[in-house]
């Protein structure tokens, strides 16, 4: 009789069971070769996964441009256009053209980009960078200036020379509206970067894509594997 009822649930248990075990197995399977796959550097897109994972841009994008090109921070991520630089920063201050290059005002420092927005050089303390940075523009002369903690600063990049000032006449950059395609596309690239494969996947593995329902249903999945295999095991000794 106990046999039957061992050969009963285990045959049941184990169709239940089996999708779990070939979620698991594929889920580690992809994870086990992370590098090989890229999945720490490929991104989900799908809206509705990402609003499961509450992914949204922190606040309003803060933007300025310089004619037809706009520089834009949404969080700590920084964009030229449509495209991401490498440079992270919780400030931007404003941007500047001087030399042919368009100089970002950021947290005590200044990152200097060509016009189609390579990075060429980052300015800090160790350069002179004033501290507590407020605001960048240009003089009447065009010539690069800087309000900071302690005065403005009048800029010679050239020569990394900062000649300060209690106070300096300037036309300081301000904050513009995103034309509007661009604050979408803008939007689309931050909350695409916010959620990789590789996450997905060790939440899908784990449950924890389900919170803590998702943990609990893994954890009676293991029980189940577990009563399986002792089942199983003890349904072949009987036979022999």
């Known amino acids: 009789m106990m046999a039957i009822w061992f050969h009963r649930w285990h045959r049941r ?11 698991l197995s594929t889920s580690g399977l992809f994870l086990n070769h992370t590098e090989q796959f890229k999945l720490d550097r490929r991104y989900i897109h799908n809206e509705l996964l ?13 933007s300025f441009h310089h004619g037809q090109d706009w520089v834009t921070r949404i969080g700590d991520r920084l964009y030229f256009n449509d495209q991401e630089l490498e440079q992270r920063s ?18 005590d420092k200044l990152l200097l980009l060509s016009m189609d927005g390579r990075q060429i050089e980052k300015l800090d303390g160790y350069d002179g960078v004033p501290g507590g940075m407020t605001a960048i523009g240009v003089n009447e ?12 600063y009048l800029v010679d990049l050239n020569a990394l020379a900062w000649q300060d000032y209690d106070e300096i006449a300037a036309q300081w950059s301000q904050p513009g509206v995103l034309p509007t ?5 803008l939007l689309y690239l931050y909350r695409g970067k ?3 494969l590789e996450r997905l996947l060790l939440d899908l593995h784990s449950g924890r894509l389900l919170g803590n329902a998702g943990v609990y249903i893994v954890d009676v999945a293991a029980l189940l594997f577990i009563f399986l295999a002792l089942s199983g095991s003890w349904m072949w000794w009987r036979r022999r």
């Not at 248990?13 to 979620?23: D, E």
């Open 141 to 152: 002369y065009d010539e690069l200036v800087i309000r900071a903690a302690h005065g403005d």
């Open 181 to 185: 395609e661009l604050e979408q596309d």
């Open 194 to 196: 916010g959620l990789s």
């Open 13 to 23: 248990l184990g169709i239940v069971t089996a999708l779990l075990v070939l979620l």
């Open 50 to 62: 990402l609003s499961w994972y509450n992914i949204r841009p922190p606040q309003n994008p803060v």
């Open 90 to 107: 919780e400030v931007l201050w404003g941007i500047a053209v001087q030399q042919e290059m368009i100089v970002l005002a950021l947290k």
